[in-house]
């Protein structure tokens, strides 16, 4: 009997250990293979980007344009993140620690790795001189390929007398200015001054304005202030279309005068319009005719007016009283001699503008026909 329960026990005991395998294979599987050859790699993507996994042993890739998991096996893989335009890559955390891109990876059971981007932003440094203020002011962040705009506001008694962008003077009048499409860091700077007056700073290629309609470039320049007076109610309405008084102390080399015009009720023709530089008011206005020089034919031009008392000649009005007496032949007469320049180098009759070159250091700048 004894014997006979051995044999059972041991029949139990082979049955038992037979079946064992069969109860193991029902276990449920994991992820990595059990002696760590197959591994995982979850790559998670915060922000606008994409990820390259290439296996560096074998050479073969994974891309990961979103959050993804990849058997990549056991080994050493290359990381590599990839910004989307407008975004850069910032730092892979997880379990790679690194800001640098591309970079290798030893890969783990159930590695995962985040890769952060980050949307790119620019700085604009804005800031005022004078009495005035530019809005926004300071440091100005600018997400990438926004524009940008900034505002000039002068003070009572002053206005913008120069715009200094990155370095470089605008070269034409705004109250205010917009970066369009920003995608790198950039300065602007504006200058106030009071009214009747420029702040010029030292320089090459530096432009200033006396008022919206009055521009000045110089070639080279020292730190000055320019002095400017608007001449044009010295003449009979219709005689000119601009004039101003300007002067220059400081200057270097040539300085381009730009004047803005007014059309309205002009008498001459615009293209006759002309630049011109003398150093006076009475002495441009005795050229009655217009040939640069003052002599004997423009006294004797007023002189016949003059007898003709039952015409009038706005442009042979010298002092502007109204009427063409003996105190204009006195004062063409007086100015005899004047030589004048024609200083003009260009005039666009659709923006109403005419500019002039010149190297004299104080100038007064009108237009005639």
Not at 330 to 344: P, R, S
């Amino acid at each position: 009997m004894v014997t006979l329960m051995k044999r059972r026990v041991s029949i139990f005991a082979i049955v038992l250990l037979l079946c064992m395998p069969l109860m193991i294979l029902n276990i449920p599987t994991v992820r990595a293979d059990a002696g760590g050859i197959g591994k995982f790699l979850t790559i998670k993507i915060v922000g606008e980007g994409s990820v390259t996994a290439t296996k560096i042993a074998s050479g073969e890739t994974w891309d990961f344009y979103q959050n993804g998991t990849e058997k990549v096996g056991a080994g050493t893989v290359l990381l590599e993140a990839f910004a989307q335009e407008g975004w850069e890559f910032i730092a892979w955390t997880g379990d790679l620690t690194s800001n640098a891109t591309p970079e290798y990876f030893k890969t783990q059971k159930y590695s995962v790795v985040t890769a952060i981007f980050e949307e790119k932003t620019y700085t604009i440094t804005a800031s005022a001189e004078g009495n005035g203020t530019i809005n926004p002011f300071g440091n100005v962040t600018v997400q990438y390929g926004a524009d940008q705009t900034f505002v000039f506001t002068p003070d009572v008694g002053n206005h913008i007398s120069a715009i200094v962008v990155d370095g470089v003077y605008l070269s034409s009048f705004a109250q205010n200015y917009t970066f369009c499409s920003v995608t790198a860091n950039h300065t602007i700077r504006v200058i106030f001054s009071t009214d009747g007056t420029a702040t010029v700073h030292a320089g090459f290629d530096i432009s200033a304005f006396l008022s919206p309609g009055v521009i000045m470039t110089f070639d080279q320049t020292d730190a000055g202030r320019v002095s400017g007076e608007d001449m044009h109610a010295y003449y009979p309405v219709g005689t000119m279309a601009v004039a101003w008084k300007i002067t220059i102390t400081f200057a270097f080399g040539n300085v381009t005068v730009i004047l803005h015009y007014d059309d309205t009720g002009l008498l001459i023709n615009e293209t006759d319009l002309r630049l011109i530089r003398g150093d006076s008011i009475e002495a441009i206005r005795s050229d009655v005719n217009n040939d640069l020089v003052v002599d004997g034919t423009d006294v004797s031009i007023v002189a016949n007016a003059v007898k003709q008392s039952y015409w009038y000649d706005p442009f042979l009005d010298i002092n502007n009283d109204g009427n063409v007496t003996e105190a204009d032949i006195h004062i063409v007469n007086a100015n005899k001699g004047t030589i004048l320049e024609d200083i003009t180098d260009g005039i666009d009759t659709d923006l109403n503008i005419i500019w002039g070159t010149t190297d004299q250091s104080s100038i007064f700048g009108v237009h005639r026909g």
